[in-house]
């Protein structure tokens, strides 16, 4: 019989967090689903149910260590081990530098480069005695380059891909899968359709990430053989200058 394994998602929600889900969901793996407020979770759990999958979501506060610790151990205690975990939390925000607030900058790093860490380290401890896991950290065009408005949001997204290359060299020889992904373009989201209505238009076009294409890939990284592994790698739709 095999045994349940578990999949962490930091960041679920309603595009690529959940669509990440549910991916793995459907390939056996228990789905656990954490944001800020767990009310926000019950539409992706329904419907990974609905469809077969098994999930389960909680409210955590990813900048908080002792929450992050704390989900941590929950799932492994009471869901089944961590197989998979996936750090996708945005913290994508635009200020002109002189209008960022030493307030909003601290935030933003806080959201998007040590929640990262406190994921990375919590679910290091509990996949280095088994010797196998794996860990992807989503990264963003921000994670490569800075562009006006954007100090604090790449600020954070530098860190955090720093973060995934040091756990990559000290992780690997260990067993564990560490992958960062840099997400280079729009993807289909509510927010994208409401605020940038010529850009959602291209989605006619595959103009547009796919969140279910985006969450094949993140299937595909885990499955990789480690003769081969990938660290990092880019998507972007076709039409995307780069």
Known sequence: MTRARSILVVGAGDATGGAIASRFAREGLVACVTRRHADKLTPLVERIRAAGGQAHGFGSDARDEA???????????????????????GANVRFEVTDTTERVYRKVWEMGALAGFLMGREVAKVM?????GTILFTGATASLRGSAGFAAFA????????????????????????????????????????????????????GILNPDHIAETYWQLHCQPRSAWTHEMDLRPWMENF
């Open 155 to 206: 600020g954070a997204k530098f860190a955090l891909r720093a973060l995934a290359q040091s756990l990559a060299r000290e992780l690997g020889p260990q067993g564990i899968h560490v992958a960062h992904v840099v997400i280079d373009g729009a993807i289909d989201t509510q927010f994208i359709a409401q605020n940038f209505p010529q850009r959602y238009a291209l989605k006619a076009q595959d």
């Open 128 to 132: 280095i005695p088994r010797g196998r």
């Open 67 to 89: 929450a992050m610790a704390a989900l941590v151990s929950q799932i492994e205690r009471d869901v089944a081990p961590i197989e998979v975990a996936v750090f996708n939390i």
